[in-house]
């Protein structure tokens, strides 16, 4: 066996072992997900946010002092209560539209293409920002545990979201069931944890209040206002998000699709509201302070409040402590994989309508979306070293996008409703627009209140993506209309002047002045003259082999191949205004991969540099050595 097929086959070998075998397209129907792995994959994320909900409350009540934290309660309340209005919301999206896209299909349908880009790029910023958000936080659940590990914070993120990557080009259904396990298992954790901390004391078991470190950042207290409650509120809105989740991917569930989605979604949404105010309530109640990551230095990293309430519950056991930590770290690691299963997803339906680039819709041989995979990843992984690994940074950049998406994917379930006039329309078409209302009063609240912290970026990242997304349109219709084949007459064929690009005369180059003598009366040598004293050889060697194929020599005085051979085949195309222009390029090929590190391969630059003229072929004639 040749030494180049065995490095190919030691590749594909390679390649199998990290992505896993091809699979064909007729497997797709088994690649479907059943109810029990549909739900570590599609509620992950909104599971996970208990981690970071309760600490955003928190973090942002301490504005007006240690002494108002007794609204943590009340704040978590109000965010179920809204939380149940989008579950039943989407519960009904699911079921009008079994063919998933949700947010974006349900806006685009319904209130027009405009509001749907605005969906679109509302709910992939989220996607990001989900990914972002649930490592980081993640990463600081390993560092309150392993204080020594606080300065590597950032890597241990960018690790984390690299292996999400990997395991997703596996294929879905392998992530579901690698997620399954630690899914289920942090449910276990946090509700066990949940019950010990709220209902122990009806059993004699009183966990010990939280006694905060002695060395505590020095916050400037402020008057409570309705702002500082409106912020803290806006911040906890993070337990919302990822909702919207299933009903993005109602195609991933086996049929009956909807039905199987719907359920999903009630479960996910009954599980996550008992875990959000079980944490809320013993934060409260047990004194816990969370003073974020500046308490102790700019990049100091700060103990989570998962990490603070198993202390109490515990009485700060390190063993059940670690626990709930490693359950903690690794179902937010594996929450972000709920973005990786939609934003390919909805980018490959952006990219089938026109609105992103196409090769987004194209799936790999593992069956998923694997360019909008290797997107996501690039994306999260510059907004992680941007703001350094640091949840409290990037937390208030979160909500804007889902809330907007909340808002619209809502009203457009009004108009739908209102459209169809279905059994029972009436009161679905109120349902959702409760929800409107409420999801859009809620935005404005985001918006205000974190615009200053750093949401406004996300309101200008938001309508540059739509600005994107019209461009992106806007060539692919342009290419369109000058690709069809409407109104089309057959032209002639142009005359045809062909160039070879001989470097030197030797068996490589014969093949190409053959190949030119076949395709056309009209053709010529070009050589570049980087040393002229090899000129004169040159000359001698065409006498002999070059035979009645005129041989052009053009100086290059500053030893450059690329710029005078543009400079000429602009002249013959300036001479012959009418004729096709074929190149050709003469080029060996070596046996092994790496003696091509021995050789110019110009080849490739003179494409490059020839492929914006018009009217201009290149070719390439090998010639392959022994």
Avoid at 238 to 258: K, L, N, Y
Avoid at 261 to 279: D, E, K, W
Avoid at 356 to 367: E, F, K, V, Y
Wanted: charged letters at 15%; a positive charge.
């Amino acid at each position: 066996m040749a030494k180049g097929s065995q490095v190919r086959l030691d590749w594909s070998f390679v390649r199998r072992l990290i992505f896993g075998s091809p699979l064909s397209t007729e497997q797709i129907a088994h690649q479907r997900l059943p109810k029990i792995l549909a739900l570590p994959i599609f509620a992950s994320d909104a599971l996970s946010s208990t981690a970071y909900a309760t600490q955003a409350i928190l973090l942002n009540l301490l504005i007006a002092g240690p002494h108002v934290l007794h609204l943590t309660v009340p704040i978590s309340l109000a965010i179920v209560v809204l939380l149940w209005i989008v579950v039943f919301s989407y519960t009904q999206t699911v079921h009008a539209y079994p063919q998933g896209g949700g947010t974006y299909i349900v806006s685009r349908e319904n209130l027009g293409t405009g509001w749907g880009l605005l969906a679109a790029g509302a709910i992939l910023t989220d996607y990001v920002l989900t990914v972002a958000v649930s490592i980081t936080a993640g990463a600081q659940q390993i560092t309150s545990f392993f204080t020594q590990l606080a300065p590597y914070q950032t890597e241990i993120a960018l690790g984390a979201i690299w292996l999400l990557t990997l395991a997703n080009l596996r294929g879905a259904k392998e992530s579901g069931m690698l997620f399954a396990v630690p899914t289920y298992f942090f449910i276990v954790t946090m509700l066990c944890t949940v019950a010990v901390g709220v209902l122990g004391p009806l059993f004699g078991y009183y966990p010990r209040p939280y006694q905060p470190p002695q060395q505590t950042a020095e916050h400037a207290m402020h008057a409570l206002s309705i702002g500082i409650i409106l912020r803290a509120f806006a911040s906890g809105c993070a337990a919302m998000t990822g909702i919207e989740a299933v009903a993005d991917g109602v195609q991933a569930f086996r049929p009956p699709e909807s039905r199987n989605a719907a359920h999903t979604l009630v479960v996910m949404g009954a599980i996550l509201s008992t875990i959000f105010l079980g944490i809320s309530y013993i934060a409260q109640k047990y004194h816990i302070v969370y003073y974020g990551h500046g308490a102790h230095g700019e990049d100091a990293s700060a103990e989570s409040v998962i990490s603070m309430v198993a202390r109490v519950v515990y009485h700060d056991d390190p063993i059940l402590r670690g626990i709930v930590l490693f359950a903690t770290a690794i179902i937010l690691v594996l929450a972000a994989n709920t973005a990786y299963a939609d934003f390919p997803r909805l980018s490959s339906i952006l990219a089938r309508h026109g609105y992103m680039p196409r090769q987004l819709a194209n799936l790999g041989d593992r069956l998923v979306f694997s360019n909008g995979i290797i997107l996501l990843a690039v994306f999260v992984s510059i907004l992680v070293v941007a703001f350094k690994g640091n949840v409290d940074r990037l937390i208030p950049l979160y909500a804007v996008g889902v809330f907007t998406a909340f808002t619209l994917s809502q009203a457009g379930m009004v108009r739908h409703w209102l459209l169809r006039k279905e059994a029972g329309w009436q009161w679905k078409a109120t349902v959702n627009g409760f929800g409107a209302v409420s999801t859009g009063i809620v935005l404005l609240v985001i918006i205000v209140e974190k615009g200053p912290q750093g949401a406004w970026v996300v309101v200008v990242v938001i309508p540059v993506l739509i600005w994107i997304f019209t461009q992106v349109h806007r060539h692919y219709q342009k290419v369109r209309a000058q690709l069809t084949l409407i109104g089309y007459e057959p032209q002639p064929p142009p005359p045809h002047t062909v160039l070879v690009l001989v470097p030197d005369v030797h068996r490589g180059v014969l093949p190409a002045i053959e190949y030119a003598r076949e395709i056309s009366k009209d053709y010529r040598a070009v050589h570049i003259e980087i040393n002229p004293a090899d000129t004169q050889r040159l000359k001698e060697r065409w006498e002999q082999w070059g035979g009645d194929m005129p041989l052009v020599i053009i100086e290059s005085p500053y030893r450059s191949l690329i710029g005078p051979l543009v400079e000429y085949v602009k002249q013959v195309r300036q001479d012959h205004p009418r004729h096709l222009i074929t190149v050709v390029l003469p080029e060996f090929v070596v046996t092994r991969w790496w003696e091509r590190a021995l050789h110019n391969n110009s080849a490739f630059l003179i494409k490059l540099a020839l492929s914006n003229i018009r009217d201009v072929v290149i070719t390439n004639v090998r010639y392959y050595l022994d």
